[in-house]
């Protein structure tokens, strides 16, 4: 399980791999010890939670490159853009619950999630609402196949992502 090589980890990083060098049975016992000592609220692991919430983000990225890439066509597939656009929607359900304390940068795990999102919550939550009215918006244009109105809500919600990426992004 990658799961407990995280654990491991994170034990060592805590220092209790000092313990485990005592070479006796417990050590694995120790590094479980140290592993629940940093289950998020929702009993996730900050890695776990982490990789979820990136998996979800990269699908917004293919879902918005696949519009984009067909605003683009000279003659758009528009089922392509209400599926890619319906898509967007459903991954972004429950976006607001992606962040939970300590599932920053100081789990220790790889995030380009910034420390800001925790200092403002509510300014991030609102861009997070932002973004899923605008994203629904988009569905809804894709709806009625109207390319000018697509590209409207498009601009519109790629406005929300880059809005988000300046402040609680990092490389952005
Ligand atoms: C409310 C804030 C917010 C909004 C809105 C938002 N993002 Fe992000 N995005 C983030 C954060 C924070 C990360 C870094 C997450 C991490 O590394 O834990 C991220 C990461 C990503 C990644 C990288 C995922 C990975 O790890 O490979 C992609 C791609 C991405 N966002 C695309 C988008 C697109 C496209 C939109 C709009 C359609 C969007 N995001 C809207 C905050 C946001």
Redesign the pocket.
């Known amino acids: 399980m990658t799961h407990r090589k995280t654990s491991v980890a994170v034990a060592a990083l805590l220092g209790l791999s000092l313990l485990a060098a005592c070479g006796s049975g417990d050590a694995p016992d120790t590094a479980d010890a140290g592993a629940e000592a940093v289950i998020l609220a929702n009993g996730m692991t900050p890695k776990e939670q ?1 990789d979820a ?2 998996a979800h ?2 699908n ?2 293919k879902a ?1 490159k696949t519009i984009s890439d067909q605003l683009k066509a000279s003659d758009p597939d528009m089922t392509a853009i209400q599926t890619a656009a319906a898509n ?1 929607v459903s991954e972004a359900e429950g ?1 607001e619950t992606w ?1 939970p304390k300590g599932s920053g940068p100081d789990s220790g795990v790889k ?4 420390p800001t ?1 925790w200092e403002s919550p509510e300014e ?1 939550n609102q ?2 609402a932002d ?1 899923q009215t605008e ?1 629904a918006q988009l569905s809804e244009a894709a709806q009625t196949g109207d390319v000018e109105a697509i590209k409207v809500a498009f601009g519109e ?2 406005k ?2 880059k809005s ?2 300046e402040t ?2 990092a490389d952005d």
């Open positions: 982490i919430r990136q983000l990269k917004y990225g918005f967007l976006m962040f995030t380009d999630a910034l999102i991030f861009l997070v973004f994203a919600t790629g929300t992502c988000c990426h609680y992004r």
